[in-house]
């Protein structure tokens, strides 16, 4: 079975704090996804990575920043965490190209 | 970038009645999928389905990419089914990387 493993499922951060979000998976993936769901939005997608070293921005990648220096961790990092970033945030990985795509089990945080 | 609609936006059954649920989208697409969103907020693979169909106990799914649209079944619908259900398509073309567009979901609920 695919496993996609985020570090921590609910998580409560100060305002102005680096926040630092973990995601692992054990499927030697090449593609790597960070989204973020809110009430009345859906999930949009923050940042991606196709490869090691690799990354791209999606739809709302401001506030954000991403690392990927093992092809089996990609690390979503907000520089100074604000309270528009209270959300759930979803990791998800895949095979190159346009193949089927597994989820981890979500991080819910608040910043406060 | 593509345009993913489902429909209905809301869904209240009883338990063992059928439901159809409908995804739109506005371009070929080389990957769509249909997840449910458990109570805890992870995403839980039900179909990849960027074309035919498949069956999978009592939840079946076609796609007929040439018309944009894709049908999740449930039949003998149960209180288990109950969450949110949703369609995410990724764009035909090589530099998409799988990246998915969600929609807005459906949200049923079975009664007992």
């Known amino acids: 079975d695919v496993k996609v493993t985020q570090s921590s499922r609910y998580l409560v951060k100060r305002t102005g704090e680096k926040v630092f979000l973990e995601c692992v998976q054990d499927m030697d993936h090449e593609n790597m996804f960070w989204y973020r769901q809110d009430p009345g939005l859906g999930l ?6 196709y490869d090691v070293k690799m990354k791209e921005k999606g739809d709302i990648p401001e506030g954000y920043s991403v690392s990927r220096e093992k092809k089996e961790r990609f690390s979503l990092i907000l520089e100074s965490a604000s309270t528009n970033q209270t959300s759930m945030y979803l990791c998800a990985s895949s095979f190159f190209g346009n193949t089927e795509a597994f989820f981890g089990q979500g991080t819910r945080l608040t910043v406060v | 970038g593509i345009q993913v609609e489902q429909s209905p936006p809301d ?12 995804c739109n989208f ?3 697409v080389n990957n769509l999928q249909w997840f449910h969103q458990n109570p805890w907020g992870q995403l839980i693979n039900l179909f990849y389905i960027p074309s035919g169909t498949k069956q999978n106990g009592r939840l079946s799914a076609t796609t007929v990419a040439t018309e944009r649209y894709s049908l999740l079944y449930i039949s003998s619908s149960q209180t288990t089914d109950s969450g949110v259900y949703f369609c995410a398509a990724s764009n035909a073309g090589g530099t998409s990387y799988g990246k998915l567009t969600f929609g807005q979901g459906t949200i049923l609920t079975v009664h007992p």
């Open chain 1, 44 to 49: 949009r997608l923050i940042y991606f990575s």
């Open chain 2, 26 to 28: 506005s371009d070929s």
């Open chain 2, 11 to 22: 869904l209240i059954l009883q338990e063992g009645a059928n439901s159809t649920l409908r």
